[in-house]
């Protein structure tokens, strides 16, 4: 998973620290979201697996009201940056979930770090601490501890 010379993507990249919840097989993994685009993001998850398995994602992404859930496939697995990361491809988004997804991106984009609809309510329950540390339980020949 290095990142050398030019990379051809569709969509761009914006850097988060966002919690992910990915059911892996008959595992729930909790990972952590480290860069974003509308076809896909990298995590940083508690266990390895082989590409090509398939995933369902929830992502819980501070800004926004709701947390984004999408059918994906691990396309590449390898080292980023001196941790062990997945490189997965969304393959299915809800129409609201990806209206979610591309709306973050733009704002993340220009700049602006809040959804102006939300209330501040919302935005202070959001900004909590999540502990990352947590890893899912049990056990499937995809994916191994």
């Known amino acids: 998973m290095s ?23 008959d595992r729930k993994l ?3 979201a480290y860069n974003l685009s509308e076809s896909g993001v990298l995590l ?4 390895r697996a082989r590409a090509g398995l398939a995933l369902r994602v929830n ?9 984004i859930t999408a059918n994906a496939v691990l396309v590449r697995e ?9 490189g997965v491809r969304f393959t299915q988004l809800t129409p609201h979930s990806g209206s979610l997804l591309r709306s973050f991106i733009r ?3 220009r700049g602006e770090t809040e959804d102006p609809q939300m209330s501040e309510a ?3 329950l959001l900004a909590t601490d999540v502990d990352y ?8 020949s995809g994916v191994t501890p």
């Open 3 to 25: 990142h050398t010379g030019q990379e051809r993507r569709r969509h761009q990249r914006i850097g988060v620290q966002a919690r992910a919840i990915v059911y892996a097989a």
């Open 107 to 109: 704002r993340t984009l």
């Open 78 to 86: 390898g080292e980023f940056m001196g941790r062990y990361a997945w």
């Open 30 to 32: 909790d990972c952590v």
């Open 59 to 67: 992502l819980g992404i501070p800004g926004l009201p709701e947390w």
């Open 44 to 47: 940083l998850p508690p266990a």
């Open 122 to 124: 919302a935005q202070s």
């Open 133 to 140: 540390g947590s890893q899912g339980s049990g056990s499937h």
